[in-house]
Each structure stands twice: as C-alpha cells, then as structure tokens.
C-alpha cells in the first residue's frame, strides 16, 4: 500500500490524545472539537443567565451583536468601508483561485 501522505489538518478536532497526538476527527457541526473532545451536543456551559459568569447582561453575545449593529446603523459609512473590503477580499481570492 502506497505511504499515505500527511494529511491536512485544516479544520480537523486538534485535541490532544492520551497517545500524544493531535485528533484527526471533524468537530461537531458548529463546535470547533469532535464529540469525544467537548463538541458533543448539550456540552459546555449553559448560554446567558444561567452561565456561571453571567452578571448584568451587558457582554452577552446577544447584546453586543445588537450593540454592533446599532453602531453600524449609526455610523453607515463604516459598514459601506467593510463591504469593499469584503469585496476586495474576495476579488484577491478568485485570482489566487485562478492559478
Ligand atoms: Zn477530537
């Protein structure tokens, strides 16, 4: 059988073993590790009120995404710089997917 090459590691768990080595498993969708590495489904640390760490709302994930986008609307102009930016961005990936 052929030596298999190394493989990418893109996008892979990456928790480390008991053997040393790196996990080669696909994370749960939307986690970044595998079930058997804290990405199973119910895992981790309830979200707002009930997290540990929750004190008055204000840094909840919710409430700084409705932050943003106030700001956003508030300020348009920045919201327009990103979406060049986006676009250039993507510009700068369809020629280097052009090679
Ligand atoms: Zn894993």
């Keep these: 059988m052929e030596q298999s090459e190394a493989p990418d590691l893109t996008g892979r768990c990456l928790a480390r073993t008991r053997r040393g080595t790196l996990c080669l498993r696909w994370p749960s969708k939307g986690r970044k590790r595998c079930r058997l590495h804290g990405g199973a489904p119910g ?18 994930i919710e409430t700084r995404e409705r932050q943003r986008q106030e ?13 060049i930016q986006e676009l250039l961005a993507y510009a700068d990936e369809l020629k280097s997917n052009e090679r």
């Design 71 to 83: 700001y956003l609307a508030a300020n348009p102009w920045i919201g327009a710089l990103r979406t």
């Design 43 to 60: 895992s981790g640390a309830p979200r707002g009120e009930r997290h540990g760490r929750y004190k008055n709302g204000l840094w909840t």
